[in-house]
């Protein structure tokens, strides 16, 4: 069953009425407790890479030996610069870290052109950022927008919200070969619309 979908909006969300006649492809992961998505993210990005597909994105990685238990990088998949998107504030708050604006803003300037060449898109968490329009949402809609397949992970928290931008996700199992199916399937389907005929 393909997994085309449209992409379904808030009032303020910047999509108009022509990017919501795209058909998207949206895939993720769910939250498994034995397995790290971001490890087997950067092994299906090895494979596509391998097989001559171009990936843009993001995945998430340990911060540096020298960082702060509570720091988080982003790695950008095309020229693997590890940016801090997540830092240690001073603060006896039971979650002691704040998001970098200026981490983030990096991350989407090194991300947003390098979508309309890119075959997949991989997207390191749909998180509670992106439910209020934050964090790495401007990637999800600009990918989703530009019709590329893309590939993220979210929690049960989050399902709800993530469901409501892509109704017909097509959840994955958490083990490679299912992933490549659906991004097989993805590409096929995008090659048999008729804007992708000669």
């Not at 006896?92 to 200026?102: K, L, R, V, W």
Request: aromatic share 6%; glycine share 8%; net charge negative.
């Amino acid at each position: 069953m393909a997994c085309a979908i449209a992409i379904l909006y808030e009032p303020e969300s910047p999509i108009n009425e022509e990017s919501m006649s795209n058909i998207q492809w949206v895939a993720a992961l769910s939250n498994h407790p034995e397995v790290s998505a971001q490890t087997l993210f950067a092994h299906v990005v090895a494979a596509w890479s391998a097989a001559g597909y171009r990936v843009a994105g993001v995945i998430s990685e340990s911060g540096a030996p020298q960082a702060p238990c509570a720091a988080g990088h982003l790695r950008d998949l095309a020229s693997g610069t590890q940016i801090l998107v997540r830092k240690s504030v001073d603060t006896t708050g039971a979650n002691a870290h704040a998001m970098s604006g200026a981490g983030l803003a990096q991350v989407l300037q090194l991300v947003r052109p390098q979508l309309a060449q890119a075959d997949f898109v991989v997207l390191s968490r749909f998180g509670e950022p992106e439910t209020r329009q934050g964090g790495l949402w401007p990637l999800f809609l600009a990918a989703t927008v530009a019709g590329k397949p893309v590939l993220t992970t979210v929690s049960i928290h989050e399902k709800l919200p993530f469901e409501r931008y892509a109704p017909q996700v097509q959840y994955v199992q958490p083990v490679i070969e299912d992933i490549m199916r659906w991004g097989d399937t993805a590409l096929k389907d995008q090659r048999a619309l008729p804007s992708s005929r000669g």
